[in-house]
């Protein structure tokens, strides 16, 4: 067993909850409320130093009775020690939890990813959209269990909704960071953007 | 001409008969330029492109056929070659691309996923290629070997032999999206779409 979770128990008391051990990886269940607190701690308290946050996904069981789980995987790249950390969700109520991208900036596209595929939402993520499926995919959250395999759809109405969409949208210059660094860019590169088909460029003429 | 035809060969055939002619070997001189310079578009998603360029390089090499510029761009390509499975994020983009392309243009759908959606009977990919653009050839496979793709490129050059410049045979045409947005009616996308029967017994909530 991890000490860190002992380390846990002395620092939160018992927002910590049970702690179990699988295939040699510590797994310690945290309540919602002071989850991003507990992460922060971690990484910044110097004796643990979870400072690599190495994924974000979320569980959910065929028991309709366990509650879905959403993990953080924690890393301490000095320690080469690994935690994982796991919320419980009720999956008939509210499903949200903080976000932690303003622990680790790489949260970001993770919980995008879980928001996309389970439908838990991250508050506090700064730019909470679909990731995987396109931004006005309408049939719901793949990997929940409700979920049928082929989609909600008829398979028509799939292929109706997939060709009405535009395939140069996701890949405006309005959504790459390069349209924030738009000033900063040398004459000749802003000339050639500007004349550019694709997007719009901000600031331009 | 006269001499020509007063010849035993064309007197009393039809008066057609010598544009009949006329028109096999425009045909046959066309066709055949065609068919031996086909400049393949990719379009690789998944394994099958492997073996797609492993029908490119020097093992198998499909510039024997005529194939020797494969065209990265759809708008100096004469054959897309989808190799690969299709999700339905991808279904504009190759309609894109198909759009894009000059006509007279094929279709090769590469593998058991591009042709019926293959083991990905789930609710991203698209059940089969020909619900989205026209397909001429289905190699099957999964992934189909270079002999396979060799095969239906063969095939191909056997379908664009037979074609005739002086048929306007439907396809010919361009093909734009109805006014739904679709290529065939809901009614035959579904049907193409059903699982063949292997699978396990699933439900649809639509």
């Known amino acids: 067993m991890n000490p860190s979770v002992d380390a846990l128990r002395a620092t939160f008391g018992n927002t910590i909850g049970r702690a179990e051990e699988s295939c040699g990886d510590t797994i310690v269940y945290v309540a919602r409320g002071p989850l991003r ?4 701690w971690l990484r910044d308290t110097p004796e643990q130093g979870y400072d690599y946050l190495v994924d974000v996904t979320a569980v959910e069981y065929r028991d309709r009775e366990r509650p879905l789980e959403v993990v953080y995987f924690l890393r301490s790249l000095a320690r080469r020690v690994d935690l994982r950390v796991k919320v419980e969700l009720d999956p008939s109520g509210e499903l949200a939890v903080d976000s932690v991208v303003p622990l680790w900036r ?13 439908g838990v939402t991250f508050r506090g ?7 995987l499926m396109w931004e006005t995919y309408a049939e719901g959250y793949p990997l929940r269990k409700d979920f049928p395999l082929r989609g909600r759809f008829s398979r028509a109405e799939q292929v109706r909704q997939a060709l009405a969409a535009n395939p140069e949208a996701h890949y405006s210059l309005e959504e790459l960071p390069i349209a924030e660094a738009f000033d900063e860019l040398p004459p000749e590169m802003k000339e050639r953007l500007r004349k550019g088909e694709r ?3 901000p600031y331009s003429e | 001409m006269k001499r020509v035809l007063e010849t035993k060969e064309v007197a009393g055939q039809s008066p057609n008969y010598l544009l009949a002619k006329v028109q096999d070997l425009v045909d046959w001189a066309v066709n055949a330029s065609r068919a031996n310079s086909l400049w393949p578009m990719p379009f690789g998603t998944a394994c099958c492109a492997i073996e797609f360029m492993a029908t490119a390089a020097s ?4 510039a024997r056929f005529g194939m020797e510029r494969q065209a990265f761009s759809p708008r100096q390509a004469d054959v897309l070659i989808c190799a690969g499975r299709l999700p339905f994020k991808l279904a504009p983009v190759i309609r894109r691309i198909y759009d894009q392309m ?5 279709v090769i759908s590469m593998g058991a996923c591009a042709s019926t959606g293959g083991i990905f009977d789930n609710y991203a990919m698209v059940q089969g290629i020909d619900t989205i653009v026209p397909v001429d050839v289905y190699v099957p496979g999964c992934p189909p070997r270079p002999e396979g793709l060799l095969y239906g490129v063969l095939l191909l050059h056997k379908k664009i032999r037979g074609e005739s410049l002086f048929d306007r045979v439907p396809r010919r045409d361009e093909q734009p999206l109805d006014e739904r947005g679709l290529r065939l009616s809901p009614e035959q996308i579904d049907e193409l779409s059903e699982p063949f029967g292997n699978s396990i017994h699933q439900f649809r909530s639509a």
């Open chain 2, 59 to 62: 093992r198998y090499d499909f």
């Open chain 1, 125 to 131: 993520h700064p730019d909470l959209r679909r990731i």
């Open chain 2, 102 to 106: 000059p006509q007279p243009k094929w």
């Open chain 1, 37 to 40: 607190e507990v992460l922060a």
């Open chain 1, 106 to 118: 790489g949260a970001d596209w993770l919980e995008r990813e879980v928001y996309d595929m389970f």
């Open chain 1, 199 to 201: 997007g719009k460029v």
